[in-house]
């Protein structure tokens, strides 16, 4: 995709457009630099680790195993879980000074993966001419703001290393208190009779049953 024609799908700002249209950029991610490729995916990794453990301080705090937590928490969204969390948490933890503990690295946590939505949520794109990489980055929390910022595989790197720690610092935390949830044993039960696809397919023998 072309830069103008990028531009003008994002936000019509003459100075925004007169700004952006000095580069030639490329938005195809199959061309942007192989290490900078490995920084993104390292992010996208580290991230997917963290929200694990958020999930499982959920489950553990809850007192149920990954199984039943992973029914409640996989797509609630950051701030969700840390609400559910620490209301959790509450409950479960009766020393106020390890409950402000764990809000603290949880804190630490959501905020290293808001840093993780500034590059999985924005498009990355290399300029041609100088090979350089940036981030497109758009706001519009009641004004649009859009902004070119340089990528630094160091920076992409150091990020994520910030994810990471920050949820293997919370993760450490759980397993000290003992709150890590069961992982449960063996071949699960056989759910094909009442899943959700077998649920869809007798109420669709129900209709046309009539």
């Known amino acids: 995709m072309r830069t103008r024609a990028l531009i003008r799908r994002l936000v019509s700002s003459i100075s925004f457009f007169e700004f952006f249209d000095m580069r030639d950029l490329d938005f195809n991610p199959n061309n942007l630099p192989k290490d900078v490729l490995e920084a993104l995916g390292l992010i996208t990794a580290c991230s997917a680790h963290s929200d694990y453990v958020i999930e499982s301080g959920i489950a553990g705090c809850l007192g149920v195993n990954i199984e039943y937590g992973s029914a409640v928490t996989t797509h609630m969204t950051t701030p969700h879980r840390k609400d559910v969390f620490l209301a959790a948490a509450e409950l479960r933890i009766d020393d106020v000074h390890i409950l402000i503990h764990l809000e603290d690295l949880l804190d630490e946590l959501v905020d290293a993966l808001k840093v993780r939505n500034g590059y999985v949520h924005n498009s990355p794109a290399i300029d041609r001419s100088t090979n350089e990489t940036f981030m497109i980055r758009t ?61 869809k397919k007798i109420r669709k023998s129900r209709r046309d049953r009539g």
């Open 139 to 199: 706001e519009a929390r009641g004004s649009v703001d859009v902004s070119l910022i340089p990528l630094s595989v160091e920076v992409i790197l150091r990020d994520a290393q910030r994810i990471y720690k920050a949820g293997i610092s919370l993760y450490g935390l759980l397993d000290k208190l003992g709150l890590l949830p069961k992982i449960p044993d063996g071949v699960r039960p056989n759910r094909t009779h009442k899943d959700k696809a077998a649920r």
